[in-house]
């Protein structure tokens, strides 16, 4: 009779499909609620939830559950279930889109590099748009055995063998089952149903993180040298999440579920969606399962700065990566009729433009928006023929819109900067002679235009320059804090190279990406959160391969407290997008600098548990928390706020009165990782008026290695006086120092009013 019923249910969806607009939706399960009547999790799903045929994926590592394509109203039915904890609509998330090694701090024979042999035994996963694995970066020359605990695959398809496998990469697979449920079957002409790129954005990430040494690399003559990743001699694992319409959820789930079982020890994911509760965030969910199997999490802050509030992966046991710039440049200036310069960036490497003048225009000022913008078909031809257009950043792609200038007849392109991108400067490899600049210059050149009664320019290109400073400097487009889900936690945690990066690219598009552009190149220039990830991941196999017992947020410490906020004239760093100096919210802990990395002093760690404290905390329920957790968890009556979860920032967000005293303590544990014996005494550095920070006790004495000392951390707002100064965020930093480490911790005040105030 219970058989007959269960048909009689699993027919009732098949019929009300058929009637019914479908959705994949993500279902994840309470596994300990399995009838022992079934063999697996998966008989169980397909005999109690959904026919097979309409299986999409199915977890059973990093979490329990699966995919299914269903209807609105089924996929709620199947949501009533009492072990169903929690039912997602499948999403499209995007990806955030050498000499950064140097610059970084490594160096050959010594160090971060030689200590860890280069990272020859850890394993990064690559959540990304798959790999070209022809490319010498991914070479496996003197390379060790493949480490003997690695169980994953190299899958095949459409110009992907087993073959395309080797000691450097050492696995391939690839996820459709949620794109194709969703956007259609994958499209053979223009992409590979295979771990195959046909985008570049995963080749350039991998090799970022663990490319191998590339001798007279270069993008069309642009940042040549030797180019390699963070750790060399990583073994690469690709899981190709992102197709041509996005990288969807279902997918997102799958790849950390196979990359956490194939046995990887660090993962890197450039990319990212809005600010959602944890509980419903697809990479919030498949990074707490990783960091729970001991799997450290790299994550892109996103490219959305910088505004505030920007920053996405907020979930504190990921580490979010900002993007910096490093000390090269690609300069490009634009000389007007008047004799002014202009200075900008640029990657073209065709036919300069010789320095002869052309009449220069600026269509936006008689057009509407898409003409100011170079939108296509926007420009009449008889306009801009022969002349350099001025256009507008924003909307399109970039680089789109001198193919829409080259089309209608003009010779070159002015890229000016909105005002919401400041003077944040970004190379592209154009089409045809282009420069960027920056949002001031944009208006000197459209002024010039304006009052000009005939009006000229040209452009001319500088090639590669090193040793620029101001360097680092936080990107314009690097997304900022504060933290949108849980603003006490700081967000992002630090910053990485992320502007003008060279790495491996494919085959398949140029280098601008565009269908139109036929060039070939074995490298590329790009710029991204997407970008600075994988240093960070580069970075985080190193120490692992230095220190094999740290723990993910160990290592996340260790790249914090030893992050630099300075730059190399000795400076402050600056904010790309105003010139000014830039804050907590901009970078973090600051800029990573792996030469210290590796012998941090002290690190501040935290277990599963702690996490799970930190979830009641913030009031999640318990049927939430065991959506990310898998275990049921029993919160306590009484449990300390989430600002005493053991990070290694300080955020204090404090609500109060128009007047009087708001005061917050945070508690935290530090854990020996240096000298045997050593004492670490505190120094504190809070300049804005109405605050005032103490540490208890002050000194911490430690007497063997991984000994903890506890202290706390008290800060006290004087609303009235803090208002009085500009009020909003202040910001500080506590430092820990034995003579030789010194451990560095931010701190940021953020008073908010009260409702009712």
Same mark, same amino acid.
């Given at each position: 009779?219970?058989?007959?019923?269960?048909?009689?249910?699993?027919?009732?969806?098949?019929?009300?499909?058929?009637?019914?607009?479908?959705?994949?939706?993500?279902?994840?399960v309470?596994?300990? $609620?399995? !009838?022992?009547?079934?063999?697996?999790?998966?008989?169980?799903?397909? $005999?109690?939830?959904?026919?097979? @045929?309409? =299986?999409?994926?199915?977890?059973?590592?990093a979490?329990?559950?699966?995919?299914?394509?269903?209807?609105?109203?089924?996929?709620?039915?199947?949501?009533e279930?009492?072990?169903?904890?929690?039912?997602?609509?499948?999403?499209?998330?995007?990806?955030?889109?050498?000499r950064?090694?140097?610059?970084?701090?490594?160096?050959?024979?010594?160090?971060l590099?030689?200590?860890?042999?280069?990272?020859?035994?850890?394993i990064?996963?690559?959540?990304?748009?798959?790999?070209?694995?022809e #490319?010498?970066?991914?070479?496996?020359?003197?390379?060790?055995?493949?480490?003997? #605990?690695?169980?994953?695959?190299?899958?095949?398809?459409?110009?992907?063998?087993?073959?395309?496998?080797?000691?450097?990469?050492?696995?391939?697979?690839?996820?459709?089952?949620?794109?194709?449920?969703?956007?259609?079957?994958?499209?053979?002409?223009?992409?590979?149903?295979?771990? #195959?790129?046909?985008?570049?954005?995963?080749s350039?990430?991998a090799s970022?993180?663990?490319?191998?040494?590339?001798?007279?690399a270069? =993008?069309?003559?642009?940042?040549?040298?030797?180019?390699?990743?963070?750790?060399?001699?990583?073994?690469?694992?690709?899981?190709?999440?992102c197709?041509?319409?996005?990288?969807?959820?279902?997918?997102?789930?799958?790849?950390?579920?196979?990359?956490?079982?194939?046995?990887?020890?660090?993962?890197?994911?450039?990319?990212?969606?809005?600010?959602?509760?944890?509980?419903?965030?697809?990479?919030?969910?498949?990074?707490?399962?990783?960091?729970?199997?001991?799997?450290?999490?790299?994550?892109?802050?996103?490219?959305?700065?910088?505004?505030?509030?920007?920053?996405?992966?907020?979930?504190?046991?990921?580490?979010?990566?900002?993007?910096?710039?490093?000390?090269?440049?690609f300069?490009?200036?634009?000389?007007?009729?008047?004799?002014?310069?202009?200075?900008?960036v640029?990657?073209?490497?065709?036919?300069?433009?010789?320095?002869?003048?052309?009449?220069?225009?600026? !269509?936006?000022?008689?057009?509407?928006l $898409?003409?100011?913008?170079?939108?296509?078909?926007?420009?009449?031809?008889?306009?801009?023929?022969?002349?350099?257009?001025?256009?507008?950043?924003?909307?399109?792609?970039?680089?789109?819109?001198?193919?829409?200038?080259?089309?209608?007849?003009?010779?070159?392109?002015?890229?000016?900067n909105?005002?919401?991108?400041?003077?944040g400067?970004?190379?592209?490899?154009?089409?045809?002679?282009?420069?960027?600049?920056?949002?001031?210059?944009?208006?000197?050149?459209?002024?010039?235009?304006?009052?000009?009664?005939?009006?000229?320019?040209?452009?001319?290109?500088?090639g590669?320059?090193?040793?620029?400073?101001p360097?680092?400097?936080?990107?314009?487009?690097?997304?900022?804090?504060?933290?949108?889900?849980?603003?006490?936690?700081l967000?992002?945690?630090?910053?990485?190279?992320?502007?003008?990066?060279?790495?491996?690219?494919?085959?398949?598009?140029?280098p601008?990406?565009?269908?139109?552009?036929?060039?070939?190149?074995?490298?590329?220039?790009?710029s991204?959160?997407? =970008?600075?990830?994988?240093?960070?991941?580069?970075?985080?196999?190193?120490?692992?391969?230095?220190?094999?017992?740290?723990?993910?947020?160990?290592? #996340?410490?260790?790249?914090?407290t030893?992050?630099?906020?300075?730059?190399?004239?000795?400076?402050?760093?600056?904010?790309?997008?105003?010139?000014?100096?830039?804050?907590?919210?901009?970078y973090?802990?600051?800029?990573?600098?792996l030469?210290?990395a590796?012998?941090?002093?002290?690190?501040?760690?935290?277990?599963?548990?702690?996490?799970?404290?930190?979830?009641?905390?913030?009031?999640?329920?318990?049927?939430?928390?065991?959506?990310?957790?898998?275990?049921?968890?029993?919160?306590?009556?009484?449990?300390?706020?989430?600002?005493?979860?053991?990070? !290694?920032?300080?955020?204090?967000f404090?609500?109060?009165?128009?007047?009087?005293?708001?005061?917050?303590?945070?508690?935290?544990t530090?854990?020996?990782?240096?000298?045997?014996?050593? @004492?670490?005494?505190?120094?504190?550095?809070?300049?804005?008026?109405?605050?005032?920070?103490s540490?208890?006790?002050?000194?911490?004495?430690?007497?063997?290695?991984?000994?903890?000392?506890?202290?706390?951390v008290?800060?006290?707002?004087?609303?009235?006086?803090?208002?009085?100064?500009?009020?909003?965020?202040?910001?500080?930093?506590?430092?820990?120092?034995?003579?030789?480490?010194?451990?560095?911790?931010?701190?940021?005040?953020?008073?908010?009013?009260?409702?009712?105030?």
């Amino acid at each position: 009779m219970a058989a007959l019923v269960l048909l009689l249910f699993l027919f009732s969806l098949e019929l009300s499909s058929c009637s019914a607009q479908q959705k994949t939706f993500i279902f994840l399960v309470d596994e300990h $609620s399995k !009838p022992s009547v079934f063999s697996s999790h998966q008989l169980w799903y397909t $005999s109690a939830f959904i026919h097979p @045929t309409r =299986m999409v994926q199915v977890y059973d590592t990093a979490f329990h559950g699966f995919a299914a394509r269903l209807a609105a109203d089924e996929a709620a039915e199947i949501g009533e279930h009492p072990a169903i904890l929690v039912v997602l609509e499948d999403q499209p998330r995007q990806l955030h889109t050498t000499r950064s090694p140097q610059f970084l701090g490594l160096s050959n024979r010594r160090g971060l590099w030689s200590d860890s042999d280069y990272g020859s035994d850890a394993i990064i996963g690559v959540l990304d748009t798959g790999i070209w694995p022809e #490319r010498r970066s991914f070479a496996d020359h003197n390379m060790g055995p493949i480490p003997a #605990r690695w169980k994953g695959e190299c899958e095949t398809g459409p110009g992907f063998t087993t073959a395309h496998c080797n000691r450097k990469l050492i696995g391939a697979r690839f996820f459709a089952r949620g794109y194709e449920a969703t956007a259609g079957a994958v499209n053979d002409t223009a992409e590979f149903r295979s771990p #195959r790129d046909a985008d570049g954005h995963g080749s350039h990430t991998a090799s970022t993180a663990a490319g191998r040494y590339v001798f007279q690399a270069n =993008m069309s003559g642009y940042a040549s040298g030797i180019a390699r990743g963070v750790a060399p001699k990583g073994r690469l694992a690709v899981y190709k999440v992102c197709w041509k319409a996005g990288c969807f959820d279902s997918d997102i789930l799958a790849a950390f579920d196979r990359a956490i079982a194939d046995g990887v020890d660090v993962i890197s994911v450039s990319i990212g969606g809005g600010s959602v509760p944890y509980y419903l965030d697809c990479i919030a969910l498949g990074s707490f399962g990783a960091t729970a199997k001991g799997v450290f999490v790299a994550s892109s802050a996103g490219n959305d700065g910088p505004t505030g509030l920007s920053v996405t992966n907020l979930a504190p046991w990921l580490t979010t990566v900002g993007a910096g710039s490093i000390d090269r440049n690609f300069p490009a200036d634009v000389t007007l009729g008047n004799g002014k310069t202009l200075h900008g960036v640029s990657l073209y490497s065709g036919s300069s433009l010789a320095g002869k003048m052309y009449p220069v225009v600026y !269509p936006g000022k008689a057009g509407g928006l $898409s003409t100011a913008l170079c939108m296509d078909n926007s420009l009449s031809p008889g306009a801009v023929k022969g002349k350099i257009v001025v256009c507008d950043r924003g909307n399109n792609p970039r680089v789109a819109k001198g193919l829409v200038v080259k089309n209608a007849g003009g010779v070159g392109m002015i890229l000016a900067n909105a005002a919401s991108n400041g003077e944040g400067l970004v190379g592209d490899a154009h089409l045809l002679p282009a420069c960027t600049v920056g949002a001031d210059e944009g208006e000197a050149i459209k002024s010039y235009i304006s009052s000009a009664n005939n009006p000229i320019a040209t452009l001319g290109f500088k090639g590669t320059v090193l040793g620029v400073k101001p360097a680092p400097v936080v990107a314009s487009f690097s997304a900022r804090g504060p933290n949108g889900q849980t603003p006490e936690i700081l967000k992002p945690d630090l910053v990485a190279p992320g502007v003008n990066i060279l790495a491996a690219w494919t085959d398949a598009v140029g280098p601008t990406g565009l269908s139109s552009d036929f060039r070939k190149t074995e490298f590329n220039i790009l710029s991204g959160t997407s =970008m600075a990830c994988p240093h960070v991941a580069g970075a985080a196999a190193l120490l692992k391969g230095a220190h094999p017992g740290w723990s993910p947020a160990a290592i #996340r410490s260790a790249l914090m407290t030893t992050a630099t906020v300075t730059d190399n004239r000795g400076q402050s760093m600056t904010d790309e997008s105003t010139q000014k100096p830039s804050n907590p919210f901009d970078y973090g802990a600051g800029h990573v600098e792996l030469d210290r990395a590796m012998d941090p002093g002290l690190i501040y760690d935290i277990t599963t548990e702690d996490y799970v404290n930190f979830l009641c905390a913030i009031k999640y329920s318990p049927k939430a928390i065991q959506v990310i957790t898998r275990k049921s968890v029993s919160c306590p009556r009484r449990i300390s706020g989430p600002e005493s979860l053991n990070y !290694p920032s300080i955020m204090a967000f404090m609500e109060g009165n128009r007047s009087g005293y708001l005061r917050k303590v945070f508690l935290r544990t530090a854990t020996n990782v240096g000298a045997t014996v050593s @004492t670490y005494r505190v120094s504190v550095t809070m300049p804005a008026k109405g605050i005032a920070v103490s540490v208890k006790p002050s000194t911490l004495v430690f007497t063997g290695l991984g000994q903890k000392q506890s202290y706390a951390v008290t800060v006290v707002a004087d609303r009235r006086s803090f208002m009085s100064g500009g009020g909003g965020s202040a910001f500080g930093y506590m430092v820990w120092s034995d003579g030789k480490h010194e451990v560095r911790s931010p701190i940021v005040v953020a008073l908010t009013q009260s409702v009712g105030d």
